[in-house]
Nanobody, 121 residues
Framework: QVQLVESGGGLVQAGGSLRLSCAAS????????MGWYRQAPGKQRELVAG???????NYADSVKGRFTISRDNAKNTVYLQMNSLKPEDTAVYYCNGNIRSRNSGFLRDYWGQGTQVTVSS
C-alpha cells in the first residue's frame, strides 16, 4: 500500500507565505513525477507545479515567480514553497505522485487527502 500525506496548509494574509509538504510512504519501488494540484470551490482541479525525479520543474503561469517546488528523493517527499500569496490562491491543495509500487509493479498515480490553503485579503 502506498500513501501520500500532506501537511502545512492553513490561513494566511495576502502577501504571506506557506510551505506545503507531502511524504510518500509504503511499499514504494520508485517515484517518477511528483506534483501539486489545487481545486477551488466551483472550479476544476488544476496543476500548480510538478517535478521529475531528476529535478526538472514546471509551473502554472499563475504561480510562476511566486511558488517553488522541490523534492527530497531520499525521503520520498515533495515540497511547495508559496510566497506572495493572493486570495485567488485559496483552494484545497493535493499532492500527486506517479509511483511504482513493490506490490503490483505497476506505475500509477496516487493522491493525498488534500490540505486547505486560505488567503485572506
Amino acid at each position: 500500500q502506498v500513501q501520500l500525506v500532506e501537511s502545512g496548509g492553513g490561513l494566511v494574509q495576502a502577501g504571506g507565505s506557506l510551505r506545503l509538504s507531502c511524504a510518500a510512504s509504503g511499499r514504494i519501488f520508485s517515484i517518477n513525477v511528483m506534483g501539486w494540484y489545487r481545486q477551488a470551490p466551483g472550479k476544476q482541479r488544476e496543476l500548480v507545479a510538478g517535478i521529475t525525479s531528476g529535478g526538472v520543474t514546471n509551473y502554472a503561469d499563475s504561480v510562476k515567480g511566486r511558488f517553488t517546488i522541490s523534492r527530497d528523493n531520499a525521503k520520498n517527499t515533495v515540497y511547495l514553497q508559496m510566497n506572495s500569496l493572493k486570495p485567488e490562491d485559496t483552494a484545497v491543495y493535493y499532492c500527486n505522485g506517479n509511483i511504482r509500487s513493490r506490490n503490483s509493479g505497476f506505475l500509477r498515480d496516487y493522491w493525498g487527502q488534500g490540505t486547505q490553503v486560505t488567503v485572506s485579503s
